[in-house]
């Protein structure tokens, strides 16, 4: 299938998200999605470290390229540091068009993110994405045998944080909409629990489902104010929507098929789900009531964990041949197309959307061992994200929260 190129536009606003420097203009630039604008930043003089991390951001981030030697780059990033202060100036061609003063007290890190956010706020204002190098993702490793817990990193795979530290299998990580808080299947003695746990420290955890069977695939509504969930409480394995803020229990399916994986629509108003009712595991979408069920048309001879973006894209794994690995798909609602999107060896699996709507987290596995990648689905461009000395499973991309 040919490969659409949408084409962006975006515009530099002069409204400084920090502490602007001087008057406001307005650049608009045209250019296609499928090659992103290049960007030279010669680094912050005398300071290796932030110079460092604003580099790596600026790669990490997906929505620049970064030529080598730096010339004839769309833009140009000038920046000069006096004590705590980071003043910045962004650059188009020769022409100066934008500045900004950033604290340095927090850190490199925190600073490069803050620097980089700004930039792509800016110079893609049109795609609303704020904080984008402030989200995070969160994931379960292998930490013993036997035992798998929650972990965050940074878009990057920098700042690894452990989320939970129970001697059980800990899995399926889910964010509530805020970014402040995270779901997961916590396996018992008796059964599966979902718990919610806040991101911040001190960490508060709480049960939200503990339902006799299992208790699996935690996804919050949009709105916060519901969550699709795979129950058994009758020993069938269906799909229901349990209401986190008024007490309620809905069942949408019903029958000896097996439901798994449910996902929400942007809006609220419909869930697609996993269900083995054709034969092969297939994506299904029905409304939030259970109504109106169809199958999605997908590629491969199964398609599984699927996850919906917020322009309408449903990302999933899907083997193309039975005795073959997984690889990804993403199938456009809009225009009713499916494109496998991962190109590389191995097995991909698990995708989980950016806020940007263009880059996917997963998990792939080659030569037997697991690690974390980031696919852009625009310039399909692949990168690792984390690798570790132990399994990792499940990756969850945190919403953009503004700061």
Same mark, same amino acid.
């Given at each position: 299938?040919?490969?659409?190129?949408?084409?962006?536009?975006?515009?530099?606003?002069?409204?400084?998200?920090?502490?602007?420097?001087?008057?406001?203009? $307005?650049?608009?630039?045209?250019?296609?999605?499928?090659?992103?604008?290049?960007?030279?930043?010669?680094?912050?003089?005398?300071?290796?470290?932030?110079?460092?991390?604003?580099?790596?951001?600026?790669?990490?981030?997906?929505?620049?390229?970064?030529?080598?030697? @730096?010339?004839?780059?769309?833009?140009?990033?000038?920046?000069?540091?006096?004590?705590?202060?980071?003043?910045?100036?962004?650059?188009?061609?020769?022409?100066?068009?934008?500045?900004?003063?950033?604290?340095?007290?927090?850190?490199?890190?925190?600073?490069?993110?803050?620097?980089?956010?700004?930039?792509?706020?800016?110079?893609?204002?049109?795609?609303?994405?704020?904080?984008?190098?402030?989200?995070?993702?969160?994931?379960?490793?292998?930490?013993?045998?036997?035992?798998?817990?929650?972990?965050?990193?940074?878009?990057? @795979?920098?700042?690894?944080?452990?989320?939970?530290?129970?001697?059980?299998?800990?899995?399926?990580?889910?964010?509530?909409?805020?970014?402040?808080?995270?779901?997961?299947?916590?396996?018992?003695?008796?059964?599966?629990?979902?718990?919610?746990?806040?991101?911040?420290?001190?960490?508060?955890?709480?049960?939200?489902?503990?339902?006799? @069977?299992?208790?699996?695939?935690?996804?919050?509504?949009?709105?916060?104010?519901?969550?699709?969930?795979?129950?058994?409480?009758?020993?069938?394995?269906?799909?229901?929507?349990?209401?986190?803020?008024?007490?309620?229990?809905?069942?949408?399916?019903? @029958?000896?098929?097996?439901?798994?994986?449910?996902?929400?629509?942007?809006?609220?108003?419909?869930?697609?789900?996993?269900?083995?009712?054709?034969?092969?595991?297939?994506?299904?979408?029905?409304?939030?009531?259970?109504?109106?069920?169809?199958?999605?048309?997908?590629?491969?001879?199964?398609?599984?964990?699927?996850?919906?973006?917020?322009?309408?894209?449903?990302?999933?794994?899907?083997? +193309?041949?039975?005795?073959?690995?997984?690889?990804?798909?993403?199938?456009?609602?809009?225009?009713?197309?499916?494109?496998?999107?991962?190109?590389?060896?191995?097995? %991909?699996?698990? +995708?989980? %959307?950016?806020?940007?709507?263009?880059?996917? $987290?997963?998990?792939?596995?080659?030569?037997?061992?697991?690690?974390?990648?980031?696919?852009?689905?625009?310039?399909?461009?692949?990168?690792?994200?984390?690798?570790?000395?132990?399994?990792?499973?499940?990756?969850?991309?945190?919403?953009?929260?503004?700061?």
């Amino acid at each position: 299938m040919a490969k659409r190129f949408l084409i962006l536009f975006f515009t530099i606003l002069f409204t400084a998200l920090v502490l602007p420097l001087h008057a406001q203009r $307005v650049i608009t630039v045209r250019k296609s999605a499928a090659v992103n604008p290049t960007i030279a930043f010669p680094g912050v003089p005398q300071d290796a470290e932030l110079s460092q991390a604003i580099q790596r951001f600026l790669a990490v981030c997906g929505w620049f390229d970064m030529p080598q030697n @730096g010339k004839n780059a769309d833009f140009t990033i000038q920046a000069e540091k006096k004590g705590n202060s980071l003043e910045l100036h962004l650059y188009m061609g020769n022409s100066r068009v934008n500045g900004w003063r950033f604290n340095t007290s927090a850190g490199a890190r925190e600073c490069a993110k803050s620097v980089v956010d700004t930039i792509i706020e800016q110079v893609f204002e049109q795609l609303k994405v704020k904080g984008f190098c402030h989200s995070r993702i969160a994931f379960c490793a292998e930490t013993n045998p036997g035992i798998r817990n929650i972990f965050l990193c940074d878009i990057d @795979g920098g700042n690894v944080e452990q989320i939970t530290a129970y001697r059980t299998l800990n899995v399926e990580p889910c964010w509530a909409p805020s970014g402040k808080t995270i779901c997961f299947s916590k396996y018992g003695r008796t059964g599966i629990d979902i718990v919610e746990t806040t991101v911040r420290t001190p960490r508060k955890s709480r049960i939200i489902s503990s339902f006799r @069977g299992i208790n699996t695939g935690a996804a919050i509504s949009p709105d916060g104010s519901s969550m699709a969930v795979i129950l058994s409480p009758d020993h069938q394995v269906d799909l229901y929507v349990l209401g986190l803020q008024k007490r309620f229990r809905n069942r949408l399916t019903k @029958g000896i098929a097996v439901e798994a994986s449910p996902c929400w629509s942007p809006d609220g108003r419909q869930i697609a789900f996993v269900s083995d009712r054709r034969g092969n595991p297939r994506i299904f979408i029905c409304n939030a009531d259970g109504s109106n069920l169809t199958m999605l048309p997908s590629v491969g001879i199964d398609a599984v964990t699927p996850a919906w973006s917020a322009d309408g894209k449903i990302a999933y794994a899907t083997r +193309p041949q039975r005795s073959g690995g997984y690889v990804l798909a993403v199938y456009n609602l809009n225009t009713k197309e499916n494109e496998i999107v991962s190109k590389g060896e191995g097995s %991909w699996e698990s +995708p989980g %959307w950016a806020a940007d709507n263009r880059q996917v $987290v997963c998990k792939r596995t080659l030569n037997g061992k697991s690690s974390l990648w980031i696919v852009d689905t625009v310039t399909g461009r692949e990168r690792e994200l984390l690798r570790t000395g132990t399994e990792l499973f499940d990756p969850s991309w945190s919403p953009c929260i503004k700061r």
